[in-house]
């Protein structure tokens, strides 16, 4: 099992970027899908991103499709989300997490958890 540890998150407006990173230590992280999932207050966390082993393969939110972005280098065992055109709405602690799976037509955490990072956006 790897762990996780987020970063990149922070207060940014309307329209601006932000790049989360989440760094994963232990064996087999080129072996895991990994996805990134939000949770914004008073809500359940909800699917934002999912990439496969190879990064050859993502998959998105419908509110996040064409303004975020994941990728992910194996060789440095990262996983990143670049989020642009960023609105108030996509304020919310943001987990990354490894072993994600595809079943009934959508995207399923595992267990396997970081500690989460705040992106706030203001109006």
């Known amino acids: 099992q790897v762990q996780l540890v987020e970063s990149g998150g922070g207060l940014v407006q309307a329209g601006g970027s932000l790049r989360l990173s989440c760094a994963a230590s232990?064996?087999?992280?080129?072996?895991?899908?990994m996805g990134w999932f939000r949770q914004a207050p008073g809500k359940e966390r909800e699917f934002v991103a999912a990439?496969?082993?190879?990064?050859?393969?993502?998959y998105y939110a419908d509110s996040v499709r064409g303004r975020f972005t994941i990728s992910r280098d194996n060789a440095k065992n990262m996983v990143y989300l670049q989020m642009d055109s960023l609105r108030p709405e996509d304020t919310a602690v943001y987990y990354c997490?490894?072993?994600?799976?595809?079943?009934?037509?959508?995207?399923?955490?595992?267990?396997?958890w970081g500690q989460g990072t705040q992106v706030t956006v203001s109006s």
């Open positions: 997490n490894a072993e994600v799976y595809y079943l009934r037509g959508q995207y399923h955490p595992s267990e396997n």
């Open positions: 232990g064996r087999g992280f080129s072996d895991y899908a």
């Open positions: 990439i496969n082993w190879s990064g050859s393969d993502t």
